[in-house]
C-alpha cells in the first residue's frame, strides 16, 4: 500500500540521453514514479546549449498527459541531419508546470547528439579511419576545411559580404589609377588631350580639372573607412576561431579512455591557443586576401586589355598575364613537397620545445627535490638549438620563396617599358596611358605577389591543420555510451511493469535487476517501499575490464565477475592494493566503460555523483560557488544548509568562517567580477603568463589555499549538498584519523538512512533511496555498513560482515597478545612468539604441530619478512589482517572457521606468496598524468598484470 500523502512523481528517464543524427529524431521517455492510478500531465521544451533549435533539432514544446495505468511516455524531437562536422552537439528539455503530481530530481535532460562525420568532411574518411593522413594531399585538405568552414551559415554570409568590400577597394585601387592617367594627360602635360572620351566631362581650365581630381581622389576613402568597420564587426575571424576552438574542446570530453590517455593537457592547450589561431589567421583569413587580389588582377587584366593600343601590345598583354602567375604556381609547386618538409619539422620542434616547458614548470617540485636541475636545463638547451636550427632553415625557405614574386614582377614590368618606351618617345603613345600602364601592370605584380604569399601562407597552415585533423579524428566513446544508456533504458521499461505488480500485487517479479519482496532497505533497517522504482537494484553481469596497454595495462583488471547492490544502502569495497577497487567504483559511476559483452545496469532515473579521491576546485569560481557547485537549486546558495553540513564535517573554524563570508558576499563579489572583466587583466607579458598569474592569484584567493584535510573536507560538503540517489565515493577515509574518520562515516550512514543531509524530515517520502558506494583500506568502521564487497584476482564478491567482525575481533585479541610494548606494532621477535603464546594457532601461520622451537622460529621469521609490506621491522594490525584474509583466498568464512576450530589447519607460505604476488600491480599508477616518452623526466614503468583472472 501506498502512504496516504504519497504523491506521483513525474521526471525523466534518464538525466543524460545519447543519439545519432543519421537517426533523424530522438525519443526522450518521461516516467511517472507511483502507484499510477490517477491521471496527472506535465509541461516539456527543449533549450539550445551548443546544439541550435533549427539546425541541427526542430524546437519541442507542449504538455504530455499521464492517463492512469501509463508509466512511462516519450516526447519525440526531430533531429536535422546534415554532413558538416560539429562535435557532439548537445540540447536540453526541462520539465514543469506538473498537475496531479510533483517534478522529481531529474526534471532536466542533456540529449548528446553524436556525430559520425569526419574532419574536416567525409572526403577523407577512409584515409583518417585507417590512421594515413600521410597520404592525403595538403591542398586538397585545406579545400575541404575550407568547405567544412564555409558549412557554418551565418560564416557563410559574413564572408560573402567581406569579399564584396573587398572588391570594393580594388574598384578604388583602379579608379586611383584612372585618375592619376587623368592628372598626366589632361593637367599635367604641356599641351593637355581633350580628345579622350572624359574630355567633356572635365573643367576648361587646369585649375578646374585639378580641385576636381583632388575632390574625386579624396571621395573614396569615406566610404571605405565605413565598409572596413561594417567588415570587422563582422567578426568572421572570431567565428572562424571560436568554430574550431569549441569543436576541438567538445571532441576532447567526449574521447574515449584511449584517446584520453595519447593527449595530454600541454597538446589540447597548444591545439586550442596556438594552432587554431595559426590556421585561421594564415590559412583561412589567407583565402580572403587571394580573392582580393585575383579580384584586383581580374578588374586590371580586362582595363589593360581593354586599352591596349594596337595589336602588338595585347598580344604582349596576354603573354604577361599568362606567364607571370604560369611562373609563380610552377616554383611553388617544385618547391611544395620540401617547404612542407621544413615547416612540419619546424612545427615539431617547437611543439616538443613547448611541451618540455610545460613538464618542467607542472613537475618543479619533482625536480628540485630529485636535483634535476643540471639535466632538465641541458635537456631544455638541447630543444631549443634545434629548433633554433630549424627555425633558421624555414626562414632562408621563406626568403627564397617570397623573393621570387617581386623578381617576375620586375621582369614582366621591364618587359613592357623595353616593349613601349619608343613609342612614348614617338608621341605614338601618351605619357599619361604609358604611366598608367606601368602602374597597372605593378599592381597586376602586387597582386600576384599578394597571391602567392598567401599561398604561402596557407602551405606553412598546413601543419596546424593536420595536428588539429589528428585530434579532430581520435575515436570518442558517445557510441558506446549510447550503446550502454539505451539497454538500460530498455531493462529498465521492460522492469517497471514487474515492479508495479510486485508492489501493489504481490506478484513475485523473476528479473535479476529487482529486489525480492516489497521490502527496501533504509539503512540497517528495511520498510516498505513506495514507489517500484525503488525495487530496482545496481546489477553487474560478467563484467571484464581491461586499461589500454599504452598505460601498462592490457591484461583484465576484472573478468567475467558479478554482483549486485541493492538501493538505500552504505557499501564498502575492499581487496588488496591493486586489485581493481579504484576500478569498480569507476565502472558504477559511468567514468569507465566495460568490456564488449559486460551487461552493468544502473537504473538511469538515478543521479550517479563520482567524487575522485583527491579534492578538485574551479579557480574561476569563488569558494562559495565551489561549494555548491552542481547544484541549480537557488536555496542551496542561501547558506543556511551549507554551514550546518560545514559544522558536522568539522571544518576548522577559520574556513567555516571564509565559507560564511563567501556566502554573504555572493552577490557582492560577482558584482566585483563584472567590473573587474570589463577593465581587464593588465597586460604584462604574453596573454599565457598573464592567464597564469590570474589564475594563481585566484588559486590563492579560493579552496586550494586551505590545508588539504580542509579540501577533503570540502570535497565531501560538496557531494553531500548535491544530495545525488547514488554517490561514490574513493577512499573518502584515507587523509584523516580515526577519530575524524567515525564522524564522516557517521554522517555517510545518516545520509543514506535519511536519504539526504540535512533536508527536510517532512519530504522524506518524496525522496529516493540514498546509496553510497566506497572504497576503503583496512577494516575500520566496517561495523556501519551494509555490504561489503571484496575485489580480488579480477572477480567481486560479497563477504560476510558478522564473519568479518568475528575475524576481526579474534585477529585484534592474538595480534595484541603479542605486542609486547603495546605501540600498535609486531616487530620479528614479537612475531615469533605465536608458538609460545598461541600455540594453538600456529598452524595459520605455517608452522607444523611437530615443529622444534628453533624451526619454528626460523618458519616465522621468514614469514615476517613476507607480511611486512612496508620493510619497516613492523607490523601493524591491518597487515596482520590481510595475512590472514589473503591466505585462505579471501574467503572470510572460512578462515572465521579456522579461528574458531584451528586444530589441523596448516597455511604454507606459498600460499600467501602467490595471494601477494597475484596483486602486485599498482592500480593508481593509472591515476598518475602521462609522460611522453621522449621525455628527460624519469618515467616509472608498470609490466602488465602477471595473471590472467578467471
Same mark, same amino acid.
Given at each position: 500500500m501506498v502512504?496516504?500523502?504519497?504523491?506521483?512523481?513525474?521526471?525523466?528517464a534518464?538525466?543524460?540521453?545519447y543519439?545519432s543524427?543519421?537517426?533523424?529524431k530522438?525519443e526522450?521517455s518521461?516516467?511517472?514514479?507511483?502507484?499510477?492510478?490517477n491521471?496527472c500531465?506535465v509541461?516539456?521544451?527543449?533549450s539550445?546549449?551548443s546544439?541550435a533549435a533549427?539546425?541541427k533539432?526542430h524546437r519541442?514544446c507542449?504538455?504530455m498527459t499521464?492517463?492512469?495505468?501509463?508509466f512511462m511516455?516519450?516526447?519525440?524531437?526531430?533531429?536535422i541531419c546534415?554532413n558538416?562536422?560539429e562535435?557532439?552537439l548537445?540540447?536540453?528539455?526541462?520539465?514543469y508546470?506538473?498537475?496531479?503530481? %510533483?517534478l522529481?530530481?531529474e526534471?532536466?535532460c542533456?540529449i548528446?547528439?553524436?556525430?559520425?562525420?569526419t574532419f574536416?568532411t567525409n572526403?577523407?574518411h577512409?584515409f583518417?579511419s585507417?590512421?594515413q593522413m600521410s597520404?592525403?594531399n595538403?591542398?586538397?585538405?585545406?579545400?575541404e576545411y575550407?568547405?567544412m568552414?564555409f558549412?557554418?551559415?551565418a560564416?557563410r554570409?559574413a564572408?560573402?559580404w =567581406?569579399?564584396?568590400t573587398d572588391q570594393?577597394a580594388n574598384?578604388?585601387f583602379v579608379?586611383?589609377?584612372?585618375? =592619376?592617367?587623368?592628372?598626366?594627360?589632361s593637367?599635367?602635360?604641356?599641351t593637355?588631350q581633350d580628345?579622350?572620351?572624359y574630355?567633356?566631362?572635365?573643367?576648361?581650365?587646369?585649375?578646374?580639372?585639378?580641385? $576636381?581630381?583632388?575632390v574625386l581622389f579624396l *571621395?573614396p576613402?569615406?566610404?571605405?573607412?565605413?565598409l572596413?568597420? $561594417?567588415?570587422?564587426?563582422r567578426?568572421?575571424?572570431?567565428?572562424?576561431v571560436?568554430?574550431?576552438?569549441e569543436?576541438l #574542446?567538445?571532441?576532447? #570530453?567526449n574521447?574515449n579512455?584511449?584517446s584520453?590517455?595519447?593527449?595530454s593537457?600541454?597538446d589540447?592547450?597548444m591545439a586550442?591557443t596556438r594552432d587554431?589561431?595559426?590556421?585561421?589567421?594564415?590559412?583561412?583569413?589567407s583565402?580572403?586576401?587571394?580573392i582580393?587580389g585575383?579580384?584586383?588582377?581580374?578588374?586590371?587584366?580586362?582595363?589593360?586589355?581593354a586599352?591596349?593600343?594596337?595589336?602588338a601590345?595585347?598580344i604582349l598583354s596576354?603573354t604577361?598575364?599568362i606567364l607571370?602567375?604560369l611562373?609563380?604556381?610552377i616554383?611553388i609547386r617544385?618547391?611544395?613537397?620540401?617547404?612542407?618538409?621544413i615547416e612540419?619539422?619546424?612545427f615539431?620542434c617547437q611543439?616538443?620545445?613547448?611541451?618540455l616547458i610545460?613538464q618542467?614548470t607542472?613537475?618543479f617540485?619533482?625536480?628540485?627535490?630529485?636535483w634535476?636541475?643540471?639535466?632538465?636545463?641541458?635537456?631544455?638547451?638541447?630543444?631549443? &638549438?634545434?629548433?633554433?636550427?630549424a627555425?633558421?632553415?624555414?626562414?632562408?625557405?621563406?626568403?627564397e620563396?617570397?623573393?621570387?614574386a617581386?623578381?617576375?614582377?620586375?621582369?614582366?614590368?621591364?618587359?613592357?617599358?623595353v616593349?613601349?618606351?619608343q613609342?612614348?618617345?614617338?608621341?605614338? @603613345?601618351?605619357l599619361g596611358v604609358?604611366?598608367?600602364?606601368?602602374t597597372?601592370w605593378k599592381g %597586376?605584380?602586387?597582386?600576384?605577389?599578394?597571391?602567392y604569399?598567401?599561398?604561402l601562407?596557407?602551405?606553412h597552415?598546413?601543419?596546424p591543420l593536420? =595536428?588539429?585533423v589528428h585530434?579532430m579524428?581520435?575515436?570518442?566513446?558517445?557510441?558506446?555510451?549510447?550503446?550502454?544508456?539505451r539497454w538500460?533504458?530498455?531493462?529498465?521499461?521492460?522492469a517497471?511493469?514487474?515492479a508495479q505488480r510486485?508492489?501493489?500485487?504481490?506478484?513475485?517479479?523473476?528479473s535479476e535487476l *529487482?529486489?525480492?519482496?516489497r521490502?527496501?532497505r533504509?539503512?540497517? @533497517?528495511k520498510?516498505e517501499?513506495?514507489?517500484p522504482q525503488?525495487?530496482?537494484?545496481?546489477c553487474a553481469?560478467?563484467i571484464?575490464?581491461a586499461?589500454?596497454?599504452?598505460?601498462?595495462g592490457g591484461?583484465?583488471?576484472?573478468?567475467r565477475t558479478?554482483?549486485q547492490?541493492?538501493q538505500?544502502?552504505l557499501?564498502?569495497?575492499t581487496?588488496?592494493?591493486?586489485s581493481?577497487?579504484k576500478?569498480?567504483l569507476?565502472l558504477?559511476a559511468g567514468?569507465l566503460?566495460?568490456?564488449?559483452?559486460s551487461?552493468l545496469?544502473?537504473?538511469?532515473h538515478?543521479r550517479?555523483?563520482?567524487?575522485?579521491?583527491?579534492p578538485?576546485?574551479?579557480?574561476?569560481?569563488? @569558494?562559495?560557488s565551489?561549494?555548491?557547485f552542481?547544484?541549480?537549486? &537557488?536555496e542551496?546558495?542561501?547558506?543556511t544548509r551549507v554551514?550546518k553540513?560545514? =559544522?558536522?564535517?568539522g571544518?576548522?573554524?577559520e574556513?567555516?568562517k571564509?565559507?560564511?563570508?563567501a556566502?554573504m558576499d555572493?552577490?557582492?563579489?560577482a558584482?566585483e567580477?563584472?567590473?573587474?572583466?570589463?577593465h581587464g587583466?593588465?597586460?604584462?607579458g604574453?596573454?599565457a603568463?598573464v592567464?597564469a598569474?590570474?589564475?594563481?592569484n585566484? *588559486?590563492?584567493?579560493?579552496?586550494h589555499s586551505?590545508?588539504?584535510t580542509e579540501q577533503? $573536507? #570540502?570535497n565531501?560538503?560538496?557531494?553531500?549538498?548535491?544530495n545525488?540517489?547514488? @554517490? %561514490?565515493?574513493?577512499?573518502?577515509?584515507?587523509?584523516f584519523g580515526r !577519530?575524524h574518520g567515525?564522524?564522516i562515516?557517521?554522517?555517510?550512514?545518516?545520509f543514506?538512512?535519511?536519504?539526504?543531509?540535512?533536508q527536510?524530515?517532512?519530504?522524506l517520502? $518524496?525522496?529516493?533511496?540514498?546509496?553510497v558506494?566506497?572504497?576503503?583500506?583496512?577494516c575500520?568502521?566496517l561495523?556501519?555498513?551494509?555490504?561489503? *564487497?571484496s575485489?580480488?584476482?579480477?572477480?567481486?564478491?560479497e563477504?560476510? !560482515?558478522a564473519?568479518l567482525?568475528?575475524?576481526?575481533?579474534e585477529?585484534t585479541k592474538?595480534?595484541?597478545g603479542?605486542?609486547v610494548?603495546?605501540?600498535?606494532?609486531?616487530?620479528?621477535?614479537?612475531f615469533?612468539r605465536?608458538s609460545?603464546?598461541?600455540?594453538?594457532?600456529?598452524?595459520l601461520f605455517?608452522?607444523?604441530?611437530?615443529?622444534e622451537?628453533q624451526?619454528a622460529?626460523?618458519?616465522l621469521?621468514?614469514?615476517f619478512?613476507?607480511?611486512d609490506?612496508g620493510a619497516?621491522?613492523?607490523?601493524?594490525?591491518?597487515e596482520?589482517?590481510?595475512?590472514?584474509?589473503?591466505?585462505?583466498g579471501?574467503?572470510?568464512q572460512k578462515l572465521?572457521?579456522?579461528l574458531?576450530n584451528?586444530?589441523?589447519?596448516?597455511i604454507?607460505?606459498?600460499?600467501?606468496a602467490?595471494?601477494?604476488?597475484s596483486?602486485?600491480?599498482?592500480?593508481?599508477a593509472w591515476a598518475a598524468p602521462?609522460i611522453?616518452?621522449d621525455?628527460p623526466i624519469?618515467?616509472?614503468r608498470?609490466?602488465?598484470p602477471?595473471?590472467?583472472p578467471g
Amino acid at each position: 500500500m501506498v502512504h496516504e500523502n504519497d504523491v506521483d512523481i513525474i521526471q525523466f528517464a534518464s538525466t543524460v540521453l545519447y543519439c545519432s543524427e543519421a537517426e533523424g529524431k530522438v525519443e526522450v521517455s518521461v516516467v511517472r514514479l507511483g502507484e499510477e492510478d490517477n491521471t496527472c500531465s506535465v509541461c516539456y521544451e527543449t533549450s539550445d546549449i551548443s546544439a541550435a533549435a533549427g539546425v541541427k533539432y526542430h524546437r519541442a514544446c507542449g504538455t504530455m498527459t499521464f492517463e492512469p495505468g501509463q508509466f512511462m511516455k516519450n516526447i519525440s524531437v526531430e533531429l536535422i541531419c546534415n554532413n558538416a562536422f560539429e562535435a557532439t552537439l548537445e540540447f536540453s528539455m526541462r520539465l514543469y508546470d506538473a498537475k496531479g503530481a %510533483v517534478l522529481g530530481t531529474e526534471d532536466t535532460c542533456r540529449i548528446l547528439i553524436a556525430d559520425d562525420d569526419t574532419f574536416p568532411t567525409n572526403r577523407f574518411h577512409t584515409f583518417l579511419s585507417q590512421g594515413q593522413m600521410s597520404r592525403i594531399n595538403g591542398g586538397a585538405l585545406m579545400l575541404e576545411y575550407f568547405k567544412m568552414a564555409f558549412s557554418d551559415r551565418a560564416l557563410r554570409r559574413a564572408a560573402f559580404w =567581406n569579399c564584396l568590400t573587398d572588391q570594393y577597394a580594388n574598384v578604388s585601387f583602379v579608379w586611383h589609377i584612372f585618375l =592619376n592617367r587623368v592628372l598626366v594627360d589632361s593637367v599635367l602635360a604641356p599641351t593637355p588631350q581633350d580628345d579622350s572620351w572624359y574630355s567633356g566631362a572635365l573643367p576648361t581650365s587646369r585649375t578646374g580639372r585639378a580641385i $576636381l581630381l583632388v575632390v574625386l581622389f579624396l *571621395l573614396p576613402h569615406g566610404f571605405i573607412i565605413f565598409l572596413y568597420r $561594417l567588415k570587422a564587426q563582422r567578426k568572421i575571424l572570431g567565428m572562424a576561431v571560436n568554430q574550431l576552438q569549441e569543436n576541438l #574542446l567538445r571532441k576532447y #570530453l567526449n574521447y574515449n579512455e584511449t584517446s584520453r590517455h595519447a593527449v595530454s593537457v600541454a597538446d589540447l592547450t597548444m591545439a586550442i591557443t596556438r594552432d587554431v589561431p595559426e590556421l585561421i589567421s594564415e590559412g583561412f583569413m589567407s583565402l580572403f586576401d587571394l580573392i582580393e587580389g585575383m579580384g584586383l588582377v581580374l578588374i586590371l587584366g580586362v582595363t589593360t586589355l581593354a586599352g591596349s593600343h594596337d595589336a602588338a601590345d595585347l598580344i604582349l598583354s596576354l603573354t604577361l598575364f599568362i606567364l607571370l602567375p604560369l611562373g609563380m604556381m610552377i616554383f611553388i609547386r617544385c618547391r611544395h613537397a620540401k617547404t612542407e618538409r621544413i615547416e612540419h619539422h619546424l612545427f615539431v620542434c617547437q611543439t616538443e620545445t613547448l611541451s618540455l616547458i610545460q613538464q618542467i614548470t607542472q613537475n618543479f617540485r619533482l625536480i628540485t627535490d630529485y636535483w634535476q636541475q643540471p639535466s632538465m636545463v641541458k635537456s631544455f638547451g638541447g630543444r631549443v &638549438r634545434s629548433t633554433n636550427k630549424a627555425s633558421t632553415e624555414a626562414l632562408v625557405r621563406k626568403i627564397e620563396n617570397t623573393e621570387f614574386a617581386p623578381f617576375l614582377t620586375t621582369v614582366a614590368v621591364c618587359t613592357y617599358i623595353v616593349f613601349n618606351f619608343q613609342k612614348v618617345a614617338d608621341d605614338v @603613345l601618351p605619357l599619361g596611358v604609358f604611366l598608367a600602364t606601368v602602374t597597372t601592370w605593378k599592381g %597586376v605584380g602586387s597582386a600576384y605577389q599578394r597571391a602567392y604569399k598567401d599561398m604561402l601562407s596557407m602551405q606553412h597552415a598546413l601543419a596546424p591543420l593536420r =595536428n588539429i585533423v589528428h585530434y579532430m579524428n581520435l575515436p570518442v566513446d558517445t557510441s558506446e555510451r549510447m550503446e550502454m544508456s539505451r539497454w538500460q533504458l530498455s531493462r529498465f521499461s521492460e522492469a517497471s511493469p514487474e515492479a508495479q505488480r510486485q508492489l501493489f500485487q504481490g506478484v513475485p517479479s523473476q528479473s535479476e535487476l *529487482l529486489e525480492p519482496g516489497r521490502l527496501v532497505r533504509r539503512g540497517k @533497517l528495511k520498510e516498505e517501499a513506495v514507489y517500484p522504482q525503488d525495487l530496482f537494484r545496481i546489477c553487474a553481469t560478467n563484467i571484464s575490464f581491461a586499461y589500454p596497454e599504452h598505460t601498462g595495462g592490457g591484461s583484465n583488471i576484472l573478468y567475467r565477475t558479478s554482483f549486485q547492490i541493492p538501493q538505500g544502502t552504505l557499501v564498502a569495497i575492499t581487496g588488496p592494493r591493486g586489485s581493481g577497487k579504484k576500478t569498480v567504483l569507476e565502472l558504477v559511476a559511468g567514468v569507465l566503460l566495460p568490456a564488449s559483452g559486460s551487461r552493468l545496469f544502473v537504473p538511469p532515473h538515478l543521479r550517479v555523483l563520482h567524487v575522485a579521491k583527491d579534492p578538485q576546485s574551479l579557480p574561476e569560481l569563488d @569558494l562559495f560557488s565551489n561549494v555548491i557547485f552542481g547544484t541549480s537549486a &537557488r536555496e542551496s546558495r542561501l547558506s543556511t544548509r551549507v554551514m550546518k553540513i560545514c =559544522n558536522r564535517l568539522g571544518l576548522d573554524p577559520e574556513v567555516r568562517k571564509m565559507v560564511e563570508q563567501a556566502a554573504m558576499d555572493y552577490v557582492t563579489e560577482a558584482s566585483e567580477k563584472t567590473k573587474e572583466k570589463a577593465h581587464g587583466p593588465t597586460r604584462e607579458g604574453s596573454a599565457a603568463s598573464v592567464v597564469a598569474r590570474a589564475m594563481q592569484n585566484k *588559486l590563492v584567493r579560493g579552496m586550494h589555499s586551505f590545508p588539504f584535510t580542509e579540501q577533503c $573536507l #570540502l570535497n565531501l560538503c560538496r557531494a553531500f549538498i548535491l544530495n545525488p540517489e547514488v @554517490l %561514490v565515493l574513493h577512499k573518502p577515509l584515507e587523509n584523516f584519523g580515526r !577519530l575524524h574518520g567515525r564522524r564522516i562515516v557517521d554522517l555517510l550512514r545518516e545520509f543514506v538512512d535519511n536519504r539526504g543531509l540535512e533536508q527536510a524530515p517532512q519530504e522524506l517520502h $518524496l525522496r529516493r533511496p540514498r546509496t553510497v558506494i566506497m572504497s576503503a583500506d583496512g577494516c575500520d568502521f566496517l561495523d556501519s555498513m551494509d555490504i561489503l *564487497l571484496s575485489v580480488d584476482d579480477g572477480s567481486v564478491s560479497e563477504l560476510s !560482515l558478522a564473519a568479518l567482525a568475528h575475524v576481526r575481533k579474534e585477529v585484534t585479541k592474538l595480534f595484541y597478545g603479542l605486542d609486547v610494548k603495546g605501540d600498535g606494532l609486531l616487530r620479528v621477535k614479537d612475531f615469533t612468539r605465536i608458538s609460545e603464546v598461541w600455540p594453538q594457532y600456529q598452524g595459520l601461520f605455517g608452522v607444523p604441530e611437530t615443529a622444534e622451537p628453533q624451526e619454528a622460529t626460523q618458519i616465522l621469521a621468514l614469514l615476517f619478512a613476507e607480511i611486512d609490506g612496508g620493510a619497516n621491522g613492523g607490523l601493524d594490525i591491518d597487515e596482520m589482517m590481510e595475512y590472514m584474509v589473503a591466505s585462505f583466498g579471501r574467503d572470510v568464512q572460512k578462515l572465521e572457521q579456522a579461528l574458531k576450530n584451528p586444530e589441523g589447519v596448516l597455511i604454507h607460505k606459498a600460499s600467501y606468496a602467490n595471494a601477494k604476488r597475484s596483486n602486485t600491480m599498482p592500480l593508481d599508477a593509472w591515476a598518475a598524468p602521462d609522460i611522453p616518452t621522449d621525455s628527460p623526466i624519469p618515467v616509472q614503468r608498470f609490466g602488465p598484470p602477471t595473471r590472467r583472472p578467471g
